[in-house]
């Protein structure tokens, strides 16, 4: 096991299909086999879902000392996840130097998360643990997902989970992998997915744009702002898996808050940096977090 004790991967979550619920069961499994680390899951919901059904799959999978879960009731009517908030509060929970906003559906080689701390204990604020462009972000089809009682008992043997379990090797995910084909590029990526931050920089930084709500351009904004901002930020080349999952609104491009989210991201792409520290300063979330 790998001593990654001064990282806190913080996980948001909700886990609105059967696809999602498999996702954190690899992820975590694959994080807590592979390092002595903290792992922090803050599912905000209606339901215990993560308890009640990931939970007893994960602890019969790998030793659950370092997995701390939270669960918080929803309080929106919109059925919207709010993402950017999440993240805030756990960050500024962490106990950890180093934390990783991480994608509950994200696995990377076990090489680029060791780079990327060493990267954070030299001299970058931020790494991004994947190459930008082309076949950074290897997508993933599983041919399962999880929709009864009798899938989760019997998780261990279901296709690819079976091998993926006996030493967590990423490779055996390389047969179910393609890249998908944008208008840039083959599996192109860019700034979302995962990224490791020093804590305090994430901080000074004003984290996460609360006014972000589900599926947004936070993290193009978040690059940019660190960019003006100044901050060392740098990037492992290797790639990422992106294990594929059913698309609901807060994971894709038709959730009802896209449309301003897309007009915040266009007035603050265009600010100078002074502007954009004077609205960051002035936000209410910020006032309140780093009071």
């Not at 086999?33 to 792992?39: G, L, M, Q």
């Not at 991004?128 to 082309?134: A, D, L, M, S, V």
Request: a negative charge.
């Amino acid at each position: 096991m790998i001593d990654l004790k001064n990282v806190d991967f913080i996980v948001p979550l909700r886990i609105d299909t059967g696809d999602r619920l498999r996702n954190v069961i690899m992820t975590t499994a694959y994080l807590l086999h592979h390092f002595d680390c903290t792992v922090t899951i803050k599912e905000v919901d209606s339901e215990h879902r993560f308890e009640e059904f990931a939970l007893p799959v994960i602890k019969r999978l790998v030793d659950t000392k370092n997995l701390n879960h939270i669960w918080e009731e929803e309080t929106r009517t919109d059925d919207a996840f709010h993402r950017t908030k999440v993240l805030n509060d756990m960050v500024m929970d962490s106990k950890c130097d180093i934390v990783v906003n991480y994608d509950t559906d994200l696995i990377l080689p076990v090489d680029t998360y060791t780079q990327a701390v060493e990267m954070l204990q030299g001299e970058y604020d931020v790494v991004y643990p994947y190459r930008f462009g082309n076949h950074g972000e290897r997508k993933v089809n599983l041919p399962f997902t999880i929709e009864t009682q009798e899938d989760m008992d019997n998780f261990e043997t279901k296709e690819v989970a079976s091998e993926f379990i006996k030493g967590y090797d990423n490779t055996v995910l390389d047969d179910h992998f393609f890249y998908y084909h944008s208008e840039q590029g083959y599996g192109w990526a860019e700034y979302g997915m995962v990224q490791f931050f020093n804590r305090q920089a994430y901080i000074d930084g004003y984290l996460e744009n609360e006014n972000f709500i589900a599926y947004a351009p936070e993290d193009c904004e978040r690059y940019h702002r660190w960019e003006l901002l100044g901050y060392n930020i740098g990037r492992v080349d290797n790639y990422a898996y992106h294990l594929e999952h059913q698309r609901t609104q807060n994971s894709w491009y038709h959730n009802p808050h896209m449309q301003r989210n897309n007009q915040l991201w266009e007035e603050l792409r265009v600010l100078t940096k002074e502007q954009l520290i004077a609205y960051y300063e002035d936000q209410q979330y910020v006032k309140e977090r780093l009071k």
